[in-house]
Every structure is written in C-alpha cells, then in structure tokens.
C-alpha cells in the first residue's frame, strides 16, 4: 500500500536523524526518551512493564504482533511505553489462545506507533551516541514542528517517575493466613513480583510510592521488599530516606532493578545514568558466590557506581557483575539481611536462571523470624 498521511509516520531524534514509516496505533503525537530491547519474545510483558514509562521503545525483534495479545500476559494495569518504534508490524497471529490483535490493543491504550523503519540503523546510532529523545507522528510531518516540540522534552536524568506509575492506594495479596508478611514499596511494581512472593507462601501488602515510614511499619512485616520502577533513582528521596529508617528495624530487605539503585543511595552509594542502558533477555550475570552465569532479563537505564562502592566493603558486599561490561548486578549488606540485584529474577515469559533470588529471601524472611 502507497504511503500518504492516513498512514505515514516519521520519527525524529535529538541528533537530527529523521525516518519516514508506516503507522499503526493512534493517530497521534508521543515523545520520551528512546531506548530498544533485544528480547526475541515477551513483547506485551514489556509494553506494560511500569520500568518503561516515559520511554519510547525500539524492538530489534523483527517481528511484532506475530503472536498477537493475551489479556493475562501484562505486568501492570496498562501499556506504560509511550510509544513503539518496530520494523515489521502484524495483526495476523499464530497462538491459538490469544485474546485479540495488536492494532487493537494499541487502539484501546492510545499508543503511537511506527514501524517499517530501519530499527538496526536506529540502535546502532543508539549504542554509538547513547541515549536520546525522539518524537513520533503520524498526524505532523513537518520536522522544523516535530524539533520544536522535541526540545522541550526534558531528560530523563533527574526525572521522578515512580510516584506516577506507583499504586495510588495500598492493596494486600496472598493467602490471608500465611506465616510471612512482606511489605512492598511500589516503585512501578511488575505483577510476577507479587505473584512471586505470593506463590512462595507470603501475604504481602503493596504501598504506594510515597507511603510514610510509620504507615509501613504499622502493618508488621516479617520483611521488605522494594520493586523496579521508572525515572532516576537519585531524585527519590522520599524512598531514600523511608529505606535509611527500614534498614534500622534489621528485618530482611531485598530490591529488584529500581530497589537496588534505592538500597545503594540509602547506603550512600551513589548512582548514574549510563550511556544507554540494559534492555534485553538474554544479559550474562556472574554469581560472585557459586561462579555461575546467569542469563537475565533486564532493563534499566541507571546503574550503582562501581567506582564508588569499593568505599563500603566494610559494609556492602558486590554479589553479582555484568559479564558484558562488568556493572554490578547485585549486593548485599554484611551487617544485616538485606540485599538486591539490578536485573528481574521474575521476568516473563523468561529466562528463569535466577528464581532462586526469592527463595534466599524466603529463607531470610524464616531465619529472621525465628531468631
């Protein structure tokens, strides 16, 4: 089919790279800082990850839709992406069990999308430059517009997001009469976290973002939890201080990707952003402890400083590397129970080489209890 304005769109990047597609979603408008995964499948599970919010997604997966849209396969209440850059876009799926088509889904969460572009030219041009801006239109196309409305997009580097995709209100989940009670910070939880934590025998109560420190330990949990979540770390310092006064109870405390950067700066560990980030399923982590590769799920656009963390060896201990550029991936305090990992031992639809992780907290959670 001919391109004309009922279904072009065009991307333009703070670098002045431009690309003329076809368009799919809404008609509309979306900005945000542009960012690209390399998992081959899982495409909804990321659509609805809250980690993704502001950030307009690239998959370097050729094929989007393929398997079209299954209503239990989210990991929040909605698309959190703000827009799909992708190269081949289908509405004809294969998986029998399905609920919909793509298009449609799309249409229902309000997504700008644009596809049949070179998305391997835009990655390269990522991983060179490092992270940007982009704009996506289908309804402008005139890129003097689509600029002037790009740079007044603010960077994501000192943005607080998390407050904006957290819970509103705080909600409990679990078997009512389990012997473990774990109190979550919501961050921009994914859902398979609390499924997680629910289906290893713990009633967990899910606070907002900005629930105060005496609400928190009013509920008497055994432990803590802090999830994922969007934006940068360093601007939380609700979260920052409300984990400082939880590390004081000594209870067993574990963080996942956001949680880990917010355990560190709790430490005083700094953390920064890093020139494009990790987004993928298929990330080499090495356990310190057994020597084992784990391959990972991971996303996240701001790291803990290695440089920095040396400074604490009396109390921090690097449990886990990057074996692709060496980034921590984990760590756990030596003086009380708590520790974190930068990637998502939950993920779906995988890899699954780190479940292991809820378990070690599990068996903190019982070891604590019974002292």
């Known amino acids: 089919m001919d391109q004309n ?15 003329e597609g076809k368009a799919a979603g809404i008609k509309g408008t979306t900005t945000g800082e542009v960012c690209f995964n390399t998992g081959m499948t899982g495409y909804q599970e990321i659509f609805t990850d809250p980690s993704y919010f502001g950030q307009i997604l690239i998959t370097t997966n050729v094929h989007v839709g393929n398997y079209g849209v299954k209503n239990e396969d989210t ?6 992406i703000s827009g799909l850059v992708c190269r081949n876009f289908t509405n004809e799926y294969s998986r029998p069990m399905a609920d ?28 060179d430059k ?37 819970t509103t209100e705080a909600y409990e989940e679990g078997d009512i ?17 609390v499924r997680s934590l629910a289906a290893r025998g713990c009633r967990v109560k899910v606070f907002p973002a900005k629930t105060t420190y ?27 201080k409300n984990v400082k006064l939880l590390l004081e109870t000594k209870k067993p405390m574990f963080g996942i990707c956001l949680g880990h950067q917010i355990l560190a700066l709790a430490n005083d560990i700094p953390t920064y952003k890093m020139h494009h980030g990790h987004r ?32 604490y060896e009396e109390t921090i201990e690097i449990t886990h590397k990057n074996l692709n550029d060496n980034t921590i991936e984990g760590m756990r305090m030596k003086n009380q129970p ?7 031992p939950e993920s779906n639809p995988g890899p699954h080489d780190s479940k292991y992780l809820f378990d070690d907290f599990i068996n903190l959670l019982k070891q604590s209890k019974n002292n």
């Open 130 to 166: 490092g992270a940007m801006n982009c704009i996506i239109s289908s309804e402008i196309f005139d890129k003097d517009i689509l600029a002037k409305q790009l740079a007044a997009v603010p960077s994501m580097e000192g943005l607080e997001l998390a407050s904006k995709v957290s």
């Open 75 to 80: 990991e929040s209440e909605r698309v959190q």
């Open 5 to 19: 304005h009922t279904d072009k769109a065009v991307i333009l990047f703070d670098d002045g790279s431009f690309f």
């Open 177 to 193: 009469n389990a012997d473990l009670k774990v109190a979550i910070l919501d961050f921009g939880i994914k859902r398979n976290i």
């Open 280 to 311: 993928g399923a298929n990330h080499p982590v090495i356990n310190l402890a057994t020597g084992r590769c784990e391959i990972t799920s991971q996303n996240h656009g701001f790291t803990v400083n290695e440089s920095e963390v040396y400074k």
């Open 338 to 344: 708590a520790f974190s990992v930068q990637y998502h």
């Open 100 to 127: 919909s088509e793509l298009q449609k889904y799309f249409e229902e969460n309000r997504l700008v999308c644009i596809y049949n572009v070179d998305t391997r030219e835009m990655v390269r041009n990522i991983r």
């Open 214 to 240: 005496d609400s928190i330990v009013d509920y008497q949990a055994d432990g803590y939890f802090l999830s994922n979540g969007p934006g940068d770390p360093s601007s939380m310092d609700y979260a920052i």
